[in-house]
């Protein structure tokens, strides 16, 4: 297996090169790989364990969990390649400039045009496996490595479970059917592996992973090999499992599985997550708390993620922030040295509409501007001003405004400016080594996704009054008036509800996988290109192309052995 990462313009996973030029080893070398990766500080201090040969490791405790924490530092890309570019600017959340200056990789995963041959497609393959791989030897290993404690031994077995687990999940929403690998295997053997069916993997892999995962203790119960604390280290513990199993049932109670028992198992896990005594303590409770949540210290770091991925500065850092703007150079009060993507990647102008209501007490959402996004900035001596154009707009209610229609998404970057407006004294840049080198983590579940789920499942059940009284908590903390709670139609509830989870996780790389669920994507993205009058690329919407194609160097290891996705059969 060969990482090869090439990198235009200083940025990752946007290459501008012709899609020929891909030359990626296929993930079948795995088995053979030696090589070395980063890791998040709070991860990882020592050599990951893929750079010794496994039958030499794993011997003993200290061993073990170097090894878990390799398979954590194997995320880092993450955020970047699947949560940004292959959910966000596929979604109705953003809106990616269909003619870039160059070749672009978002610019064709938003428009529908990208094909088997994209780079990007294949390192997250790549990078899904590389979880799946070392999850398996560490979970070969790690029950005959001598431990002290055999608590310590069932935590570090579950997390990688939990890790496998997660990871054959996104696998599956990405690509569907994929090849499943449950235990170390040579070259030789993974190259006759064929694709396993999405719904097998789900249910004979998934769920059972997360299953015994769900073992795990609290994170305040959770311990390093040396038996110290780790409840602020932001590794997956029993309230993340349980979480990500909700999520899968959710998933399978949705297109295109529409499995009606999954729907009453995701009722019974979601109740199980949220009565539980541990879920109070991941609610804001306020909006400055809500907003604090993103800011990259210590007292906030996993405060009110259920579970997230680690990114710190020094070399392990989110390397998503840095592709989020389509600007190059900032302000200085927003940032003292780093530049920025100048990727042509914009909030979605409907989006922006909602930001843009005000309330009856005379404020807007405060998840919007001057948090979540921005329309603009003044210049000054490095930076030139920014200000995104308007457009009038007919909204879906018959009323019409201007809206902008090139703001920037804004959420997760710790400006100076934002962390001055919080009352919060730190500097987010330091130990920066470059400018894809943040230290903001990004939440993969959150307990408002949680409850927004719950109350999908109670108003598909016709309790749309109890649904909305949950979809008015998290509106009312975000300075939004509160909807009508009693007579809503399950239709309506359900529109309120999709909604709220549009705003609420904007950037956190959700919003593609609900459409998808909601069996929406098709419908949803049409009429965006109808409002951006680019009704062309509808034709681009072909039908199976809610999951991206099977990489072709994954199709061209031993031809014959996969089934491309439909949509991308020649």
Same mark, same amino acid.
């Given at each position: ?143 005959? $490595? ?81 038996? $110290? ?11 993340? $499992? ?13 297109? &295109? ?55 710190? *500065? ?16 900032? &302000? ?81 970057? &710790? ?48 309790? *749309? ?54 069996? *929406? ?13 680019? *009704? ?35």
């Amino acid at each position: 297996y060969e990482i090869t990462t090439r990198l235009v313009g200083s940025e990752m996973c946007i290459r501008d090169r012709q899609r020929t030029m891909l030359k990626l080893k296929n993930i079948i070398w795995l088995a053979a790989l030696v090589v070395t990766i980063s890791s998040c500080d709070d991860y990882l201090d020592t050599p990951p364990v893929d750079k010794i040969t496994s039958d030499g490791f794993y011997q003993t405790q200290a061993q073990s969990e170097q090894g878990i924490l390799g398979i954590y530092a194997d995320l880092r890309q993450a955020s970047n390649c699947m949560y940004w570019f292959m959910s966000e600017c596929r979604s109705d959340v953003a809106w990616v400039e269909p003619n870039p200056d160059a070749f672009r990789e978002y610019s064709e995963i938003g428009t529908f045009r990208a094909t088997d041959d994209m780079a990007m497609f294949n390192d997250t393959w790549n990078m899904w496996y590389k979880v799946i791989y070392d999850a398996n030897v560490a979970i070969s290993k790690i029950p005959s $490595a001598s431990f002290d404690s055999e608590s310590i031994r069932n935590q570090f077995l579950n997390e990688a479970y939990f890790l496998r687990g997660w990871a054959y999940f996104e696998l599956v929403r990405l690509f569907g059917n994929v090849p499943m690998v449950d235990r170390p295997m040579s070259p030789s053997e993974i190259k006759s592996v064929k694709q396993s069916t999405a719904v097998d993997i789900l249910n004979n892999r998934v769920i059972p992973d997360l299953k015994k995962s769900e073992d795990l203790p609290y994170k305040a119960d959770m311990q390093d090999a040396n038996g $110290a604390k780790i409840d602020k280290k932001g590794r997956a513990d029993k309230m993340a $499992a349980k979480a990500m199993l909700a999520r899968v049932y959710m998933t399978l109670a949705g297109y &295109p599985y529409n499995d009606t028992n999954a729907k009453s198992l995701a009722k019974t896990q979601l109740e199980n997550v949220l009565d539980d005594s541990h879920a109070a303590a991941y609610w804001a409770p306020s909006l400055e708390e809500w907003q604090k949540q993103w800011m990259p210290t210590d007292a906030y770091y996993n405060k009110y993620s259920i579970f997230a991925i680690q990114y710190r *500065t020094g070399g392990t850092g989110n390397p998503a922030i840095f592709n989020m703007l389509p600007v190059k150079i900032v &302000p200085e009060d927003w940032s003292k040295n780093y530049n920025f993507s100048q990727n042509s990647i914009y909030v979605e102008k409907t989006l922006m509409h909602e930001f843009d209501r005000e309330y009856s007490n005379g404020k807007k959402d405060g998840r919007g501007y001057n948090f979540g996004v921005m329309a603009g900035f003044a210049g000054d001596a490095v930076a030139p001003e920014y200000q995104s154009p308007s457009e009038l707009m007919t909204f879906e209610d018959g009323t019409t405004g201007n809206v902008y229609t090139k703001a920037m998404f804004y959420k997760m970057i &710790p400006t100076k400016t934002k962390i001055a407006s919080l009352g919060m004294s730190f500097d987010a840049e330091s130990g920066m080594k470059k400018y894809d080198d943040w230290g903001v983590n990004l939440p993969i579940i959150r307990i408002e996704d949680m409850k927004l789920l719950y109350a999908e499942i109670l108003a598909s059940e016709g309790n *749309t009054a109890d649904a909305m009284k949950i979809v008015n908590e998290i509106r009312e903390r975000a300075n939004c008036d509160p909807r009508t709670e009693t007579g809503v139609s399950v239709e309506d509830a359900m529109k309120y509800i999709k909604l709220e989870r549009k705003i609420e996780f904007m950037g956190e790389g959700i919003r593609w996988f609900d459409q998808v669920r909601y069996g *929406t994507w098709k419908e949803d993205t049409e009429a965006k290109f109808e409002r951006y009058n680019f *009704t062309e690329l509808k034709a681009n919407l072909k039908e199976g192309r809610y999951l991206y194609p099977i990489p072709m160097n994954q199709m061209n290891v031993t031809p014959g052995l996969y089934v491309q996705n439909e949509g991308y059969k020649n």
